[in-house]
């Protein structure tokens, strides 16, 4: 079966500190991979996806930036954060090894605070 | 993707049906409609999803009227952990995949 992780599960950062979390996905290969924030009591916005190695589409202009250096890993950074960037910020994959094609399966999350 | 419409918060009784409605007038033809939940502080999770007729699995059903132009997902009997915020999501299945979440319903189980 698939499992997608994430860590850290929690994070406390000051602003201008550099930025760095991790995905993983066992159990695929190729899968499509995603980046998602939800600020607190707000809906889950899509930051960035990927549908191979080295291949990244933002979807919205900010200090945030995403790589994936191999098949299953997906990492998100910043050089210098912003108070805006708290937030509970979500990876998900999607593909056709879930046995069901194109539904996205979430991981646990990472809580950033920016203090 | 279409936009979808739902309301923001619903009651249900512990061990009724709850029944969550949902508007996408402007959806497409190759546009299906899914369904996923968010229990406070967890990822979203994949409920259901459908193009045109009725689906059902282990959690829940999804009916969709003959236009396509709504769309109500059932959970048959709502235990208080079904209390969660409930995503109704219209995308066509395209290489990149990509969700687009609303508002959702909170759907609140009470006993």
């Known amino acids: 079966s698939q499992t997608i992780h994430q860590w850290p599960a929690t994070l406390v950062q000051p602003v201008g500190s550099p930025l760095s979390l991790e995905c993983t996905v066992e159990?695929?290969?190729?899968?499509?991979l995603y980046w998602y924030r939800q600020a607190a009591g707000r809906g889950l916005q899509l930051l960035f996806y990927?549908?191979?190695?080295?291949?990244i589409s933002s979807e919205v202009p900010q200090n945030l930036s995403a790589s994936r250096p191999q098949d299953r890993q997906f990492i998100l950074s910043s050089k210098k954060l912003l108070l805006s960037d708290s937030g509970f910020y979500l990876c998900?994959?999607?593909?056709?090894?879930?046995?069901?094609?194109?539904?996205?399966?979430f991981g646990p999350g990472t809580r950033l605070t920016v203090t | 993707d279409a936009k979808t419409t739902q309301p923001p918060s619903m009651d249900c009784a512990e061990g009724r049906a709850a029944n969550l409605p949902c508007n996408h007038s402007?959806?497409?033809?190759?546009?299906?409609v899914y369904w996923y939940r968010q229990i406070h502080s967890q990822g979203p999770q994949y409920i259901i999803h459908?193009?045109?007729n009725n689906e059902t699995n282990e959690m829940a059903s999804l009916i969709i009227t003959e236009d396509r132009k709504s769309s109500t997902m059932l959970l048959p009997h709502a235990t208080l952990r079904d209390t969660a915020v409930y995503y109704c999501?219209?995308?066509?299945?395209?290489?990149?995949?990509?969700?687009?979440f609303g508002g959702g319903t909170r759907l609140m189980v009470k006993p």
């Open positions: 999501i219209v995308r066509a299945n395209n290489a990149g995949n990509m969700l687009t």
């Open positions: 159990g695929t290969s190729n899968p499509n």
């Open positions: 998900a994959w999607s593909g056709l090894a879930g046995g069901r094609s194109y539904e996205q399966y």
């Open positions: 459908g193009l045109k």
């Open positions: 402007t959806i497409s033809g190759n546009e299906y």
């Open positions: 990927s549908v191979g190695i080295g291949q």
